[in-house]
């Protein structure tokens, strides 16, 4: 079992920044992946970003890539994401997950094994 809490959202203004946090506890592995997902309000939930827990093999979704940072502190068993030049369409709950090494697509919701219970982002025009 993973435990996972997320924490560090909040109210921004359009390109502001934050950092979320995930705090994993239990058994994790180095092959385990970490993700990051989002979801507004009548939408489905989608892939922001993932890595590895050896900190290895970031992948981004195209909306992100360059303003959104994933990366992990083993030392804390912490994983972030890094946000920039924040928009109004960032706003959404972002979950951080586990992901099991398992056949199947890193970007997909379904493939993950244990999920946190959510921070509130808000981006503001």
């Known amino acids: 079992q993973v435990q996972l809490v997320e924490s560090g959202g909040g109210l921004v203004q359009t390109g502001g920044s934050l950092r979320l946090s995930c705090a994993a506890s239990?058994?994790?592995?180095?092959?385990?992946?970490m993700g990051w997902f989002r979801q507004a309000p009548g939408k489905e939930r989608e892939f922001v970003a993932v890595?590895?827990?050896?900190?290895?093999?970031?992948y981004y979704a195209d909306s992100v890539k360059g303003r959104f940072t994933i990366s992990r502190d083993s030392a804390k068993n912490t994983v972030y994401l890094q946000m920039n030049s924040l928009k109004p369409e960032d706003t959404a709950v972002y979950y951080c997950?586990?992901?099991?090494?398992?056949?199947?697509?890193?970007?997909?919701?379904?493939?993950?094994?244990?999920w946190g219970q959510g921070t509130q982002v808000t981006v503001s025009s």
């Open positions: 890595i590895t827990w050896s900190g290895g093999s970031p």
């Open positions: 997950a586990v992901r099991r090494p398992k056949l199947g697509l890193r970007v997909l919701a379904r493939n993950y094994d244990y």
């Open positions: 239990g058994r994790t592995s180095s092959n385990d992946d």
